[in-house]
């Protein structure tokens, strides 16, 4: 049977930190955009209270995660069991970034204590507004075997060719080839989109087909965003003349007739 609640219950908490791997789920206010989901694993999340969840995003190829928060903040974290009695758990709330060279980030870091992996670039913080709990009768068993280490080697090898100038791409250059637009061409890292302007990078391509985004569809995009945005403040400005004119309707007919 399925439980919600507005916060982490403290029997969870424990529950949660011995996860190997979660996943995250956003999608972008766009009808046509693209819903996704990420596998995250590795010891680099944790609980700060009832109702704040984060954890230390890796650089990858994607950053579908961090454009659908700045652009709309809407996350879900889901957890289940693999072991022992069986489990899920999301964790549904709105998500903040924190990137990697901020203030915010590198605040939140020495606060925390966080070991920082090479190649981190950002921290998610979600501020959780439910929580919800079901059985899991239906996921498989699997037993943890170990962790993968390649992503943490090959980031650390890329930040110390670079340190000796052995290889021109730094950090943000990489942010900046991949990292700079989702698949559906929403801005990605600030610093990636900072360093492809500065240094004249192309974000590279992530679609193919007729839904990859083009100029033409980004222009389509922020006309249609534009519109919705005059929409609502038409509709708010009718809306106010409307009530307004009839209280003054009411207030006349009242005066006339002392009907109050």
């Excluded at 700045?70 to 999301?90: D, H, L, Q, S, W």
Aim: glycine fraction near 8%.
């Amino acid at each position: 049977m399925g439980q919600f609640y507005e916060t982490i219950p403290e029997s969870l908490v424990k529950w949660l930190l011995a996860q190997k791997v979660f996943w995250v789920a956003t999608a972008p206010l766009s009808a046509s955009g693209h819903v996704n989901v990420s596998p995250k694993g590795g010891p680099y999340f944790g609980v700060l209270d009832t109702k704040t969840f984060w954890y230390l995003d890796l650089t990858g190829s994607g950053n579908e995660t961090i454009s659908h928060l700045y652009e709309n903040g809407r996350i879900t974290v889901m957890f289940n069991a693999f072991e022992g009695p069986p489990k899920i758990v999301r964790l549904f709330g709105k998500g903040r970034v924190l990137e990697n060279g901020t203030p915010g980030f590198e605040d939140f870091v020495k606060k925390h204590d966080i070991k920082l992996l090479p190649g981190a670039r950002t921290i998610i913080l979600v501020d959780i507004h439910q929580v919800g709990s079901s059985c899991g009768f239906s996921v498989p068993f699997f037993e943890f075997k170990d962790w993968r280490t390649q992503l943490n080697e090959f980031f650390e090898r890329k930040v110390e060719r670079f340190e000796k100038g052995e290889s021109p791409e730094s950090m943000e250059k990489y942010w900046a080839l991949k990292n700079a637009a989702s698949m559906d061409g929403l801005p990605g890292l600030d610093i990636a989109v900072k360093t492809s302007r500065e240094e004249g990078i192309t974000p590279l391509k992530k679609m193919v087909g007729p839904l990859a985004p083009s100029p033409q569809s980004s222009r389509k995009r922020d006309l249609d965003l534009a519109q919705g945005v005059w929409h609502l403040v038409l509709t708010a400005l009718i809306a106010s003349i409307t009530t307004g004119i009839t209280i003054f309707i009411t207030l006349e007919l009242s005066a006339r007739f002392k009907l109050f």
